[in-house]
C-alpha cells in the first residue's frame, strides 16, 4: 500500500501559519511514511523552510492575488490562480487540509485532484461548499487545537501538545551569534521589543514602550525589531529613552535571522504580532499585550510566558481600526503592568 500524500492549505500570516505547524507534526507522526506538501503565501514561507514535518513546500503570492482583486484587475488575479491549478495539477494528492477557511482557499482545494477535502468548521465565505467533510463543530481552548481538530477526520485524536515548530539554519545561527559579538551582548539579559503589529488597534502606544525601558533601566540589554514600515516607531522608542540605550534591528533582518536572533534574548515585548508567536515557538519567554484580540485563544499555552489581557468593556472586539478611535483596551494595560510581569518572568 502507497503512503497518503496531503497537501496543506494555509496561506497565511505569520502567526497562523506557526499555529497551524502542530497539525504537520502531529500528522508526520502518525502516518511517518506519509508525503506533507504546505501550500503558503511569500511572506510567511520562511518559516516552513526548515521544518522537518513538511516534504514540500509550495509558495504562492497569496499577497500579489489579493493586491490584485482589490485593485480591480481580476483578470491578472484569474491568471495566478490558472497558474497555481497548473502548478498543482502536476502531483496528486489524496487528502487536502483546508486549515485556512477561505472562498479562496476552497476554490484552490477545488482546484486539485484529491477526493478527500477536509475543512474547518464555522467558517465563513462559503467554504464548507468546497470540502467533503468538515472537523467537529465544538468550543476549543485554543486556536491550535481548531486547527489540529481538521485530524480528527483521519481519525486521529485531538492532541494534548500543542508546541509550534520554528527551525532556522546554521547561516541564521551565525548572524546572530555574529550580531551579539559585534553589539557586545554575549552573556547580557537582552529584551527584544516589537512594537508594531498588523493592526492600529493591537499596537501599544510608542511612548508606552520607552517608559517600560526607562523604568527597567541598566538592568537589561535592548534590541527593537521588526519590519522596514516600523522604522518611524522604532526611531520614536529609541528618541524617548533616556537611560539605556537601544539597539535597533527594524527592517534588518530576514524572517529567520530575526528568529534567531530572538532565540538569544532573555525576553520579548510585543503585541498580538508575528515576532510573539515565533518566540513562543522557540520557548523564549514573552510579555504580550492584547487588547482587540483574546490573548488566551491565540497567545502562548505553555508556561514561562505573562499574557497581559485588557479588560475593557470594548476588548476583544477583533476590529483592525477602533470604532472608538481610542483604542482604550490598549492603553489600559500601563508600562508598570509590563515592568512587573518582566520581573516575575525574569
Known amino acids: 500500500m502507497r503512503s497518503l500524500r496531503y497537501l496543506i492549505i494555509r496561506l497565511s500570516a505569520i502567526g497562523d501559519v506557526l499555529h497551524c505547524t502542530p497539525v504537520v507534526r502531529i500528522l508526520k507522526q502518525q502516518q511517518p511514511d506519509c508525503h506533507i506538501t504546505w501550500l503558503v503565501g511569500r511572506i510567511a514561507a520562511e518559516l516552513l523552510t526548515y521544518n522537518q514535518f513538511i516534504d514540500e513546500v509550495v509558495v504562492w503570492p497569496r499577497e500579489e492575488f489579493d493586491n490584485h482583486i482589490y485593485q480591480g484587475r481580476y483578470l491578472t488575479a484569474l491568471k495566478m490562480l490558472q497558474g497555481l491549478r497548473k502548478k498543482l495539477l502536476t502531483q496528486y494528492y489524496d487528502i487536502i487540509l483546508d486549515v485556512h477557511g477561505l472562498f479562496l482557499t476552497g476554490i484552490i482545494a477545488q482546484l486539485c485532484q484529491a477526493k478527500v477535502k477536509i475543512g474547518l468548521a464555522g467558517t465563513k465565505e462559503f467554504n464548507s461548499l468546497f470540502m467533503t467533510e468538515l472537523a467537529p463543530k465544538r468550543e476549543y481552548r485554543h486556536i491550535i487545537e481548531r486547527y489540529l481538530s481538521v485530524l480528527q477526520g483521519l481519525d486521529i485524536p485531538l492532541a494534548q501538545d500543542l508546541s509550534m515548530t520554528l527551525n532556522y539554519s546554521q547561516a541564521e545561527q551565525q548572524f546572530a551569534e555574529d550580531f551579539f559579538a559585534n553589539n557586545k551582548l554575549i552573556n547580557e539579559k537582552v529584551i527584544a521589543i516589537n512594537p508594531v503589529t498588523t493592526w492600529h488597534s493591537k499596537n501599544w502606544p510608542p511612548l508606552y514602550y520607552s517608559e517600560v525601558i526607562n523604568k527597567l533601566g541598566n538592568d537589561f540589554k535592548y534590541i527593537v525589531c521588526g519590519g522596514p514600515s516600523d522604522r518611524q516607531v522604532a526611531g520614536t522608542i529609541q528618541r524617548n529613552v533616556s537611560r539605556s540605550p537601544v539597539i535597533n534591528i527594524t527592517g534588518a533582518t530576514s524572517l529567520l535571522q530575526l528568529a534567531a536572533v530572538l532565540k538569544k534574548c532573555s525576553l520579548l515585548i510585543a503585541g498580538d504580532t508575528g515576532p510573539l508567536h515565533m518566540a513562543i515557538a ?65
Request: glycine share 6%; hydrophobic share 35%; aromatic share 10%.
Open 282 to 346: 522557540m520557548a523564549v519567554p514573552t510579555v504580550s499585550i492584547f487588547g482587540p484580540t483574546d490573548g488566551r485563544y491565540i497567545g502562548p499555552v505553555q508556561p514561562g510566558h505573562i499574557i497581559l489581557q485588557s479588560n475593557n468593556t470594548c476588548s476583544l472586539c477583533y476590529k483592525k481600526v477602533c470604532r472608538y478611535q481610542q483604542v482604550q483596551c490598549m492603553y489600559s494595560i500601563r508600562p508598570h503592568d509590563v515592568v512587573k510581569a518582566v520581573y516575575d518572568l525574569l
